[in-house]
């Protein structure tokens, strides 16, 4: 079982960055493949990102390639999404989402899902 809360959504103008945080409860985050989604309003939730158990797996969805940086901390049982040049479309609710022994850019690679946090970009 893992617990994950996301943090640092808000508010940005158009070309901003933030850093979202998602800190897992459990003492095997290190066994986990995270994964970072999105959802706007009316719309499906989408992949945005996702890293392996080892920073050597890493892979973007084509529209935040280049902006957007996945990274993670085993020790402080915490996965981060670096946005930068934020634009109005990256609006949107953003979930961190944990698979056992794997990652995958599908909803249902994951079992866990935090509770997400608001991104919205607009002047």
């Known amino acids: 079982q893992v617990q994950l809360v996301e943090s640092g959504g808000g508010l940005v103008q158009p070309g901003g960055s933030l850093r979202l945080s998602c800190a897992a409860s459990g003492r095997t985050f290190s066994s986990y493949g995270m994964g970072w989604f999105r959802q706007a309003p009316g719309k499906e939730r989408e992949f945005v990102a996702a890293?392996?158990?080892?920073?050597?797996?890493?892979y973007y969805a084509d529209s935040v390639k280049g902006r957007f940086t996945i990274s993670r901390d085993n020790a402080e049982n915490t996965v981060y999404l670096q946005m930068n040049s934020l634009k109005p479309e990256d609006t949107a609710v953003y979930y961190c989402a944990a698979r056992y022994g794997g990652s995958g850019s599908r909803t249902y690679d994951y079992g866990y899902w935090g509770q997400g946090t608001q991104v919205t970009v607009s002047s």
């Open positions: 890293i392996g158990w080892s920073d050597a797996i890493l």
